[in-house]
């Protein structure tokens, strides 16, 4: 399949910021090739698509799957495996805090309650004390908020971002236009 320009440079683009959030570059190219397209595509054509080697497509779709952002599905008449993704951007936002909280934030809290908990801990500095659990504290709240978000329907997680927004300018004393 022939990409349209748009598309090239959503793909691109996409895959250069899944490099600067840690994502390897390939992975979220097939992730942007998959939403931007809208319809399930099997491995080949994604690998003729994106010029990249049958392998790496293999590997990527796999990393994607473990992440829950694509799933597999079939066609009548055809063996292949067809891979989609969700096309509510709120849906993927989800899935993707989800993933990260899972995979990196709940890691570091855990962590945390550990080391507040070790008779070691009393033996560090008070000061060295009060930053791991002025952190702890902080991770505890940014987990209880992210909760109450995830929880949110789209719509009303949407009227939130624009509120909390709103609240920002009010607060600097910007005037209204």
């Given at each position: 399949?022939?990409?349209?320009?748009?598309?090239?440079?959503?793909?691109?683009?996409?895959?250069?910021?899944?490099?600067?959030?840690?994502?390897?570059?390939?992975?979220?190219?097939?992730?942007?090739?998959?939403?931007?397209?809208g319809?399930p595509?099997?491995?080949?054509?994604?690998?003729?698509?994106?010029?990249?080697?049958?392998?790496?497509?293999?590997?990527?779709?796999?990393?994607?799957?473990?992440?829950?952002?694509?799933?597999?599905?079939?066609?009548?008449?055809?063996?292949?495996?067809?891979?989609?993704?969700?096309?509510?951007v709120w849906?993927?936002?989800?899935?993707?805090?989800?993933?990260?909280?899972?995979?990196?934030?709940?890691?570091?809290?855990?962590?945390?309650?550990?080391?507040?908990?070790?008779?070691?801990?009393?033996?560090?500095?008070?000061?060295?004390?009060?930053?791991?659990?002025?952190?702890?504290?902080?991770?505890?709240?940014?987990?209880?908020?992210?909760?109450?978000?995830?929880?949110?329907?789209?719509?009303?997680?949407?009227?939130?971002?624009?509120?909390?927004?709103?609240v920002?300018?009010?607060?600097?004393?910007?005037?209204?236009?």
């Amino acid at each position: 399949m022939e990409l349209s320009r748009t598309a090239h440079q959503f793909v691109v683009h996409w895959g250069e910021m899944g490099s600067a959030w840690g994502v390897n570059r390939t992975v979220a190219q097939i992730h942007a090739l998959l939403y931007f397209h809208g319809r399930p595509l099997h491995a080949e054509e994604i690998s003729e698509t994106l010029s990249v080697a049958r392998s790496n497509v293999s590997n990527s779709l796999k990393e994607l799957q473990n992440w829950n952002l694509i799933r597999v599905t079939h066609q009548l008449g055809d063996r292949r495996d067809y891979f989609e993704t969700s096309l509510d951007v709120w849906e993927l936002f989800r899935t993707i805090v989800r993933e990260r909280r899972e995979r990196e934030f709940e890691p570091t809290m855990r962590l945390l309650d550990e080391l507040t908990r070790s008779p070691d801990f009393r033996n560090e500095a008070p000061d060295a004390q009060d930053r791991v659990r002025e952190t702890q504290a902080f991770m505890n709240t940014l987990a209880s908020w992210s909760e109450e978000m995830l929880r949110l329907s789209p719509s009303t997680l949407q009227k939130v971002l624009k509120l909390g927004a709103s609240v920002q300018k009010f607060v600097r004393g910007d005037s209204p236009n």
